[in-house]
């Protein structure tokens, strides 16, 4: 297959100095199914996120996939014929954890530098947040240019990441929003916009699930901000939050 620069980024906008990590090689074992494989308006969840992260304009676009999902595989190896700036990871150990298969991610982003890749900065996402919009990502990688919804904490922001509530229960009484356990607790992470010198930096200290979010934690008030985005809170984990999402129409049957 001929590889196509048509895509779905933006024509008015310039080539960013920017990768996407779109970290999809979890094994989805509470779901019983390959989440990536889920659609929404006919597309599979990888595919709807490799078009957001493409409408952003980055250099490239790695899509980090798990060893043992062969449809995954395929629809990964598809997309890149289809879009130069997409890349396939391939996890053979998708079961080390988030940490494990974004440390991958950084080898391979690593590499294509090394080989006159120019980056700046990284933006991270996953493959579940199935309310996330382009405007959210536009928003993360905007920085420092004050654009609404962004809370300004320092002058430079090593890290602009997603800021949403913790966690959200599915019952009988919920209907077409989220009914959230606990609103003042909350999640600063995925998706992030973080430095691409501090993203290798950390490297060697990320571990199992959390070590990402462990890190954005120790980060100064100069060196972080946030954009809140209530939405993302769902992601789907579980056969009732798949069914809650399909009858709301944020996923198809």
């Known amino acids: 297959m001929i590889k196509q620069n048509a895509s779905n980024k933006d024509p008015n906008l310039p080539e960013q100095s920017h990768a996407v990590i779109l970290l999809a090689s979890g094994l989805s074992q509470r779901l019983g199914q390959p989440k990536q494989l889920l659609k929404k308006q006919s597309q599979p969840l990888l595919e709807v996120m490799t078009n957001l992260a493409l409408a952003t304009n980055p250099s490239a676009i790695l899509l980090v996939i798990a060893s043992s999902q062969s449809e995954t595989i395929q629809l990964s190896q598809t997309l890149a014929a289809q879009h130069d700036v997409v890349m396939p990871v391939i996890n053979t150990e998708p079961e080390q954890g988030m940490a494990h298969s974004l440390s991958l991610a950084i080898d391979t982003l690593t590499a294509k530098v090394a080989q006159g890749l120019y980056i700046e900065r990284v933006l991270i996402l996953g493959v579940d947040q199935i309310l996330l919009e382009a405007t959210h990502l536009q928003q993360l990688l905007a920085g420092d240019n004050g654009i609404r919804g962004i809370k300004q904490v320092g002058s430079y922001n090593k890290v602009i990441a997603s800021h949403y509530p913790k966690s959200y229960e599915?019952?009988?009484?919920?209907?077409?929003?989220?009914?959230?356990?606990?609103?003042?607790?909350?999640?600063?992470?995925?998706?992030?916009?973080?430095?691409?010198?501090?993203?290798?930096?950390?490297?060697?200290?990320?571990?199992?699930?959390?070590?990402?979010?462990?890190?954005i934690r120790s980060l100064s008030n100069n060196e972080l901000s946030v954009v809140d985005n209530s939405k993302l809170s769902l992601d789907i984990d579980t056969p009732e939050q798949l069914q809650f999402a399909i009858k709301q129409g944020w996923l198809d049957p």
């Open 170 to 215: 599915i019952t009988e009484k919920t209907s077409s929003h989220l009914e959230h356990t606990d609103d003042s607790k909350s999640i600063v992470g995925l998706p992030i916009n973080i430095d691409y010198q501090l993203l290798i930096q950390w490297q060697p200290l990320l571990n199992g699930d959390k070590g990402l979010r462990y890190l």
